[in-house]
């Protein structure tokens, strides 16, 4: 039971550092699996990242079933988040926002690639999910298990997805790590960009990506989350929750 | 009465929202038509947005006259309100800003159009309104009937335009929808000049802006509205004034 | 004596603004010419400008001389003030800043214009001062009456000059017109920077430029100045000291 | 022992500067030569910049061994520093960063090069290095002294150095000039993309790089620390430590 009200605590964290971070806005969300049963995640009623508190995050069942809603209404886009607890047991943290620098990549089609070594973290490959592919004219909201899991489908083993006119999903083995991974894919987008406009790149080699992976740990990552922290207001504590 | 003062106060965090959020700097204004005699809106005295008190709002009659200025001065552009109030009994609330990347825009020709869902509610035509098409060398401001009129008749049955050489007028059925379609304009306008500059962009399709405007409402709206309130200091209530 | 008060807690005003809007880092400064001897000018001793207190405010002779120094020393660059008062009796106060998107311009020979009516103030040519074409390699710096008189001359009845790898100058009949024109003009080059990327841009004609600075005053000034003010954590008097 | 005392105050100083004007976020470090004994050098344990406390400045040989470490963990590209002050002893101090314009600089091959005075300081050339020629797929970290060791030689008796994927590295003869640097080495960088993008740009020629170097001093360093200090919440010593 202490062990969730922490884990709890993280999560309205990782909310309120997305949305200092200028990951999310008003819209956007984090979930975590839930620590005593994995066909539940824990996921904020709908409201603002930054106006989350502890009362508000409810759980879920992976089909998007409130357990004990008690007047609080859920986001609608829930279901991206129980499909990819679904299609992938190692998964126990997933982010979806609408960070501005990735938008313009996923409607131009041009492919998101590590440029930096904090980049490294998205992955050699960030598919782009195009909702009118399977679904076509839609208000481009995963508002069904169905639209999640097609989502789930093109991420794979990945970690993330640009979606196609809405933003991207991140999918992770921690909370923090999927924050990690969301404010980088982020930077990386934008200085992709800005490299792009200036002649030809040289991205991360894939052996410099799998290096870079393979040394991403508590260590790097506690030392942006400490600060992260600070930033947002909140206490910080080294060993996650 | 207290609707009255309940929608004085509801302009007034309008405003700070709007200069917080960056949509608006030392100038710009947002009104909301009179809730209980649709031929009066109500408009803050010749001040920047972000200074604005209760105090400082006026009654205008949709011509432009002051009900009871008490030697308040009113702004000079304020017939862009009262214009389209006249023209359009469906519009409840009006803003006018000087949001910076819809300026390029409106001075180069290129049409702004959704690119994200967020975007949708600017819908699927941005006309530009070039002052000097019919009233020639002018300050470039809306400062009689007239022009408000011309204005309002490029809009026809539309949420926005663009002013060439000046900015953006948004028209909606809220106070809290037009500032909504105000912000996202802005970053609309930001995402698409970057997605332009990468190559071919994949707009919203005419059906997903339809599914979107459908979909969008107090459940979207309010999210937005208690973060922007939290962000400028202002106490929020989940019903609209 | 009152007067000259109110004149210097304007000037500190001016230096916090200049700084809060983002005209001056930790360089830069603001001057205005003595209301009781137009051979005098007042300027902070060398300083950042946001660090300025009243204590800090100097008063120069024309050519640089202070009058009672104190142990404060002064800005190498003063010489850009008093070349601006001996050479423009109508000139009250003087901006020199590196405000960020006006250097490009400067260095690349692309001419800044009025793109919007914020923006008509810096006047319809903004000329580009090179040091190097009658200095050859020096420090950039303008750090002799020389050296400000050829920067005046190319000024000549003008508002605003670029100056190559280095920065801007304003020059205007009071303080509060010339921190308007200097923020202005930094608003104005990165719009205009946006716009060219876009395609052809429809400048304001002469005629609207003519218009707009006819309108200009205090009733549009005064509006930013209470804005800026508060920004900057500063009070505010509506009329000018 | 007061010195010490002084120049850690310093230290921790330049990394919350460093944080707060954007030049590292999470990551990034900055040392200073011990002034006792020029075989040792001061840098924070593992910590983000914004974090840091007098507390957490370790003492290093050169080699990276740390003094006394205390159960405090060491920074892994500690490297970074001990190779400089190895090879230059005319450098007393250190700065490493992720500084998000210089970025896109390294992984294109476009030379950085002073476009404004206050660029001057990062010098006439600043080289790229490329951890990828001489170590294959690594993480991009400098994680032993062979590889500081070549990134030092690389810079030779220059001031800067772009690390492709990765960042840059800053060393001068002071804490407060290397800061100086950096900031600028960011600001330069952003300043000459927009200026490439114009058009043909004229940059600083060898003798403005000269004759801005000779000048650049504690008298115009100093204003910017006061202000930095200001809005670092820290407070301002105008003798360097």
Excluded at 67 to 89: M, Q, S, T
Excluded at 135 to 147: Q, Y
Aim: proline share 4%.
């Amino acid at each position: 039971m202490v062990r969730l009200d922490r884990l709890i605590e993280e999560l309205v964290t990782a909310n309120r550092i997305l949305a200092r971070e200028g990951v999310v806005d008003s819209f956007g969300h984090v979930s975590v699996r839930h620590p005593d049963n994995p066909q539940l995640y824990l996921l904020s009623c709908s409201r603002a990242p930054d106006c989350i508190e502890n009362d508000d995050i409810m759980a879920f069942a992976l089909d998007g079933a409130p357990v004990d809603a008690r007047g609080r209404a859920p986001y609608l886009e829930r279901f991206i988040h129980g499909a990819l607890y679904e299609a992938r047991p190692d998964v126990t943290s997933v982010v979806h926002n609408h960070s501005e620098s990735v938008i313009p990549f996923g409607v131009t089609g041009r492919k998101i690639k590590p440029i930096f070594h904090l980049g490294a973290g998205i992955g050699k490959d960030v598919p782009v999910w195009d909702s009118h592919d399977h679904f076509g004219d839609t208000a481009l909201l995963v508002e069904s298990m169905e639209m999640g899991r097609d989502l789930a489908k093109l991420i794979g083993a990945g970690a993330t997805a640009l979606m196609r006119g809405h933003g991207a999903t991140v999918a992770s083995k921690s909370i923090r790590q999927a924050v990690f991974i969301s404010v980088y894919l982020e930077v990386n987008a934008r200085l992709q960009k800005q490299a792009m406009e200036m002649g030809e790149v040289k991205f991360l080699t894939a052996g410099e990506v799998d290096k870079v992976a393979s040394r991403t740990g508590p260590y790097g990552i506690n030392r942006a989350w400490e600060n992260w922290c600070r930033r947002a207001g909140r206490s910080f504590e080294a060993d996650e929750a």
